[in-house]
């Protein structure tokens, strides 16, 4: 699976092109699907994202992970319409035509597919609002002629987690599903997405998933399905017959709070229950989606107590199994607070600002391409310590150390390894001798052999 061998960039889109934060009035889809016979403008907000595309491809970017782009009330998840780019990005063409660019630069595309909700400006749901009783669609939600809503519908219906402006869908309606698959189609067919992150996975219906598993597979053999999912047993909807990874938010919270209390115990165990070589470990060969920020927590540059420490996390979250995501503007040390609310989280940027951290993940995102061990090998903790870490990652074929320091005073660290090697930051021939020394904050990578 191409997925498991490429690092992520994550962008959410409305944030990314400036969009205003409130949509126009809801229109027909027959007035949208007219507008998607447009030509591409270059002129178009989403086609910012093409003109990122050199950047990206120079940073190691394997594939972008692309927010709801499509046509909703305000953020994104509310959606009105499955089939559409929201008028406020551009148009299906520009969005095609973003699409072909990243393509042209070996860059997938992965679409954030919300199949869980709509918004009250959904087309079917505005059609309940009208005809009530008599709409085909009643039956496409969880919908009660005996209550009232918040809105003063005339009905009472489900919304996600007591979010009422996200109206929940009825996954076990044959209709829905035909509906979300078509979509599904649609974007593949005309868009050209190689894959899908499933917003809120965890409450999608599992044979829903199994289905939308055989679907998109005969679509392409090698389209993915990732899975947001923020606690509990992951084997549950990551395997065989539905998802190909989840989002791994037990490893997300470990890496910060690892380094902001100087406990590598922390993330080492964590690492060890999931992926460690004792027979009991939960995930072992499983490739999860890695993080350390997305658009819905604080930013690492503002969570982390120590920004010297930036580079040893990063080295970590490449290094650790899973699959890397960088979260537009944090590779270059964006900051952004959750209590200052979304828009905070999910800036416009002009252009990339690159620094020293920017190369730093380019030569990390290269090593991890690079590197068969980093990709499929497993993993095991050498040394430990509350400041210092050495783990390994191995496959037949390749051994590569990682030893990274979380404070400022130098170290010497016991590293049960001797031989030649090669340290990948600096491409520097040496030899292991059963130690290894780190500067302060320092990181080395070494592939032995």
């Known amino acids: 699976m191409w997925a498991y061998e490429t690092t992520f960039y994550q962008i959410y889109p409305l944030g990314f092109c400036g969009a205003p934060r409130e949509n126009a009035a809801p229109v027909a889809e027959d007035e949208l699907a007219q507008a998607a016979d447009a030509t591409a403008s270059p002129d178009a907000p989403i086609m910012k994202i093409a003109q990122w595309a050199d950047y990206l491809q120079e940073l190691g970017i394997g594939a972008v992970l692309i927010n709801p782009p499509l046509e909703s009330d305000s953020h994104g998840y509310d959606t009105r319409s499955l089939r559409h780019i929201d008028r406020r990005l551009g148009g299906d063409a520009d969005f095609a035509a973003v699409c072909d660019t990243l393509h042209a630069h070996g860059i997938r595309v992965v679409l954030d597919a919300v199949f869980n909700h709509v918004g009250r400006g959904f087309w079917a749901f505005r059609d309940v609002q009208e005809r009530k009783w008599d709409s085909p669609y009643k039956d496409w939600f969880h919908i009660s002629f005996d209550g009232d809503s918040c809105y003063g519908d005339g009905f009472w219906y489900e919304g996600w987690e007591g979010h009422f402006e996200l109206v929940k869908l009825n996954l076990q ?13 649609r974007w593949a067919e005309v868009f050209g997405v190689d894959g899908l992150r499933l917003d809120v996975a965890y409450m999608l219906d599992r ?11 005969e679509l392409k053999p090698d389209f993915v399905l990732i899975g947001e999912t923020l606690h509990g047993d992951y084997n549950q909807i990551v395997n065989d017959e539905m998802l190909d990874s989840c989002t791994n938010y037990e490893c997300y919270k470990g890496l910060y709070s690892a380094f902001n209390s100087l ?3 922390e993330i080492a165990h964590s690492l060890a229950r999931q992926f460690g070589p004792e027979p009991w470990t939960l995930y072992k060969g499983m490739h999860l989606f890695s993080f350390c ?3 819905d927590v604080t930013r690492i540059a503002s969570i982390l107590q120590d920004k010297q420490q930036m580079n040893a996390l990063y080295a970590v979250l490449f290094c650790m199994p899973g699959i890397p995501c960088v979260y537009y503007g944090s590779e270059w040390g964006a900051e952004g607070e ?9 800036p416009c940027f002009e252009k990339p600002l690159e620094n020293d951290l920017t190369e730093f993940l380019g ?10 061990a980093l990709k ?20 037949p074929a390749q051994t590569v150390i990682v ?22 930051l600096t491409g520097e021939k040496t030899d292991l001798h059963g130690t290894v020394e780190l500067p302060g904050y320092g990181v080395k990578i070494y592939k032995m052999g």
């Open 363 to 372: 030569k990390l995102s290269r090593i991890k391409s690079s590197c068969v």
């Open 338 to 346: 959750k209590h200052q609310g979304d828009p905070a989280l999910r």
């Open 403 to 424: 030893a990274v320091n979380a404070e400022e005073n130098p170290c010497q660290m016991e590293c049960a390894y001797n031989g030649p090697t090669v340290e990948l």
């Open 293 to 295: 920020d997305n658009h």
């Open 376 to 395: 499929d090998g497993g993993f095991q903790n050498l040394t430990l310590r509350n400041k210092q870490w050495i783990f390994v990652r191995q496959c």
């Open 173 to 185: 309606n044959p209709a829905v599903v035909d509906y979300l698959l078509e979509s599904v189609r």
């Open 207 to 217: 044979d829903f998933m199994r289905r939308l598993h055989v679907f998109t597979h």
């Open 263 to 265: 406990n590598m115990f």
